[in-house]
């Protein structure tokens, strides 16, 4: 488009100044080998009026993922992988193995009689159970047993393994903080001697200790939470008795967060985690927020309208909503929903903003 002042191109959306004119052009040459550059023909895209975010909305079926991953199984075995996992990655990031600019999510298979060595990193994981039953993580000496619907963390450096003792695959949702420790350039990881812990406690004993409401004396409050395990059996009551209450919020449903018991903070200081149950019928509220989150559909099935496009999802089908876009959840029958976002990686920073 010609400017009507300079009769030269106008500018791109980035720059604050105008035409780029031979003379500017020549100097930003000349600068240019000194590497500096002109900040005037970049600011807005620097500091722009409101999140500018390069993601975009996607969803994955997990009929479709399962079968792909399952597959993998009879490519490459989980101690070959280390970690046999595919990647969400988001359409516009492709090749940056994240579902969003500061998250990382994958389908994790481990199939009957396999383990997934110990190592440990400075990134946190989660994981978010969707398929199968009676595998286990082992982290901080206990070894947790896992069902669908548990919410499982591995804090940073804490040593992990996995294995699956059952007859079954078993399936889950990884979510990693590692595109922010990478963005810090802070990642150290490494292989432990053996390839599986021992174990001291048994499954279900931090949730045991931590999450009833009393707490062992002389516990100092920690950055993440000491439960590893929430059990989707101990969750669901919370989500119907709330529900049955009409505590239900117009935009999120009749929701939890995972809490950190020693802070009343999130699970991990980068991700935090929230469980939400949508009554039959439930037509919520357009709600938008800077953190982009990762939702999975845990029971019942509905849509989100993200700015102009509906995502159609059913049980464990995986989804993304980027940062600052405006979205509204709707359910069918009675819905659970599972969503993880950096909240309070941004919370701490006080960048944090939702708008109603
Ligand atoms: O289970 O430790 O999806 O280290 C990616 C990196 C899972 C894990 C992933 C990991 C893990």
Same mark, same amino acid.
């Given at each position: 488009? =010609? ?13 604050? $100044?105008?035409?780029? @004119?031979?003379?500017? #052009? #020549?100097?930003?040459?000349? +600068? ?66 994240? +579902? @969003? ?16 060595? $110990? ?22 000496? =206990?070894? @947790?047993? %896992?069902?669908? !619907? ?22 889950? /949702? ?12 802070? $990642? ?33 409050? %920690?950055?993440?939470? &000491? ?25 999120? !449903? ?6 950190? &018991? ?6 991990? &200081?980068? %991700? ?20 982009? $989150? ?9 849509? @989100?309208?993200?700015?102009? =496009?509906? /995502?159609?999802? !059913? ?6 909503? &980027? ?34």
């Amino acid at each position: 488009m =010609e400017s009507p002042t300079t009769g030269l191109m106008s500018p791109p959306s980035e720059s604050v $100044a105008g035409a780029v @004119t031979p003379e500017r #052009a #020549a100097y930003y040459e000349r +600068i240019g080998k000194q590497n500096l550059a002109p900040l005037w023909e970049v600011l807005r895209g620097l500091v722009p009026p409101e999140p500018k975010t390069p993601c975009v909305p996607a969803l994955w079926r997990f009929a479709e993922v399962k079968k792909m991953v399952l597959e993998a199984g009879t490519l490459i075995t989980a101690k070959e992988a280390e970690r046999r996992v595919l990647v969400f990655e988001n359409p516009a990031l492709r090749g940056k193995s994240r +579902i @969003t600019q500061s998250l990382y999510a994958g389908l994790q298979l481990i199939l009957p009689g396999e383990i997934a060595p $110990a190592h440990r990193h400075t990134a946190s994981a989660i994981r978010f159970v969707l398929d199968g039953e009676g595998a286990y993580t082992a982290v901080e000496g =206990e070894k @947790t047993v %896992m069902r669908r !619907g548990d919410f499982v963390i591995t804090a940073n450096w804490a040593p992990h393994d996995h294995g699956n003792p059952s007859k079954q695959p078993m399936i889950w /949702l990884d979510v990693l903080d590692v595109p922010t420790v990478n963005f810090f350039d802070a $990642a150290f990881s490494e292989h432990l001697e053996s390839e599986m812990q021992s174990n001291t406690r048994e499954s279900g004993d931090s949730y045991a200790r931590y999450g009833s409401g009393v707490l062992p004396d002389g516990v100092k409050p %920690m950055l993440r939470s &000491p439960i590893i395990n929430y059990p989707y059996t101990q969750v669901k009551p919370v989500l119907e008795r709330l529900e049955a209450s009409g505590d239900v919020d117009p935009h999120h !449903g009749a929701r939890v967060r995972y809490a950190n &018991p020693l802070t009343g903070g999130w699970a991990t &200081p980068t %991700m935090g985690a929230n469980i939400a149950m949508l009554p039959k019928g439930f037509r919520g509220k357009d709600y938008r927020s800077t953190d982009g $989150a990762i939702f999975v559909c845990v029971e019942g099935e509905g849509s @989100t309208r993200v700015e102009g =496009e509906t /995502l159609e999802w !059913g049980p464990n089908d995986v989804f993304v909503i &980027p940062s600052w876009k405006r979205y509204a959840h709707a359910a069918k029958g009675r819905t659970v929903l599972f969503s993880i976002s950096d909240r309070p990686a941004q919370e701490a920073l006080g960048l944090w903003r939702e708008q109603n």
